[in-house]
T-cell receptor, first 110, second 114 residues
Framework: DTAVSQTPKYLVTQMGNDKSIKCEQN?????MYWYKQDSKKFLKIMFS???????INETVPNRFSPKSPDKAHLNLHINSLELGDSAVYFC?????????FGQGTRLTVV | AQSVTQLGSHVSVSEGALVLLRCNYS??????LFWYVQYPNQGLQLLLK??????LVKGINGFEAEFKKSETSFHLTKPSAHMSDAAEYFC????????????FGSGTRLLVRP
């Protein structure tokens, strides 16, 4: 069983489109995250949710809208995609300090 | 504010040689420290972590790290490199169990030569 799963794994889309990435965890964790990894492999947190409530929004453009329908799911919707949004997006979950990561979604905007 | 510095974006070692990946952190509170490994086209996998207690931490795949408060360091070592260790390694810091984010270093690519 995959602990943190994200779909899709690859996403290629045109500028201006709207797309969503889904994330589910079966670990029973209270906290979920979205991280962005850029082309230089740098990882930066975007959002943190705890028990479905937004805890951290790291100055992410409001074109990015996370939604947590329940503790096991944290989806990421992106409006009006731009070339600079191309990156790998990682979902993660944690109980305390230890975070478990999904396999990532490689988003390419053309 | 917390930060992590990983010295050396690339480290190359021969198979069987010692692996040393450097990590220095900055934190205003007692830090929790982590090393993650990322294989190509994969997610991040936790190698080891330091929270409290023993400063020498052992992880998976023969890796270990030592928390040195006086040096604000948390270097990762492995006595003998294997080809399968070739990957990207990330050091990360958080400010404890109630933290809702990890701050990552810029990563170090480990290359293992036959």
């Amino acid at each position: 069983d995959t602990a943190v799963s994200q779909t899709p794994k690859y996403l290629v889309t045109q500028m201006g489109n709207d797309k969503s990435i889904k994330c589910e965890q079966n670990l029973g964790h209270d906290t979920m995250y979205w991280y962005k990894q850029d082309s230089k492999k740098f990882l930066k947190i975007m959002f943190s949710y705890n028990n479905k409530e937004l805890i951290i929004n790291e100055t992410v453009p409001n074109r990015f809208s996370p939604k947590s329908p329940d503790k096991a799911h944290l989806n990421l919707h992106i409006n009006s995609l731009e070339l600079g949004d191309s990156a790998v997006y990682f979902c993660a979950s944690s109980l305390k300090s230890e975070a478990f990561f999904g396999q990532g979604t490689r988003l390419t905007v053309v | 504010a917390q930060s992590v510095t990983q010295l050396g974006s690339h480290v190359s070692v021969s198979e069987g040689a010692l692996v040393l990946l450097r990590c220095n952190y900055s934190s205003s509170v007692p830090p929790y420290l982590f090393w993650y490994v990322q294989y190509p086209n994969q997610g991040l996998q936790l190698l080891l972590k330091y929270t409290t207690g023993a400063t020498l931490v052992k992880g998976i795949n023969g890796f270990e790290a030592e928390f040195k408060k006086s040096e604000t360091s948390f270097h990762l070592t492995k006595p003998s490199a294997h080809m399968s260790d070739a990957a990207e390694y990330f050091c990360a810091v958080s400010d404890g169990d109630s933290s809702y984010k990890l701050i990552f270093g810029s990563g170090t690519r480990l290359l293992v030569r036959p």
